[in-house]
């Protein structure tokens, strides 16, 4: 089981960037599909990017689309986030997650979480 632990959360101004981290554990990592979900008080958990496990496609939620990109360095067991343009709506708590497969990874199905990093964008 891989053990994830998420880094790079703070508070920023509309506008602005901010790069979240996952460092995974395991010599499996790369036989993962990887991705980061997020959740703000009183909501459930929303799927936000997901990197498949061999390396050859994405996928974004609609609403992060054109400002979030997700990357993976297989060598160094880690999954990056960057997050441009931030809108205060994007204010939640962000989690690494990993599962085999991309499609029940999108889904929450089958899932290992991180322990989640506070991202708080202001107006």
């Known amino acids: 089981q891989p053990q994830l632990l998420e880094s790079g959360g703070g508070l920023v101004q509309a506008g602005g960037s901010l790069r979240l981290s996952c460092a995974a554990s395991?010599?499996?990592?790369?036989?993962?599909?990887m991705g980061w979900f997020r959740q703000a008080p009183g909501k459930e958990r929303n799927f936000v990017a997901a990197f498949s496990w061999s390396g050859t496609s994405t996928s974004y939620a609609d609403s992060v689309k054109g400002r979030f990109t997700i990357s993976r360095d297989n060598a160094k067991n880690t999954l990056d986030l960057q997050m441009n343009n931030l809108k205060p709506e994007d204010t939640a708590v962000y989690y690494c997650a990993a599962a085999r497969l991309t499609t029940t990874l999108r889904k929450g199905e089958n899932v290992y979480w991180g322990q989640g990093t506070q991202v708080t964008v202001s107006s």
């Open positions: 395991g010599r499996t990592f790369s036989s993962y599909a």
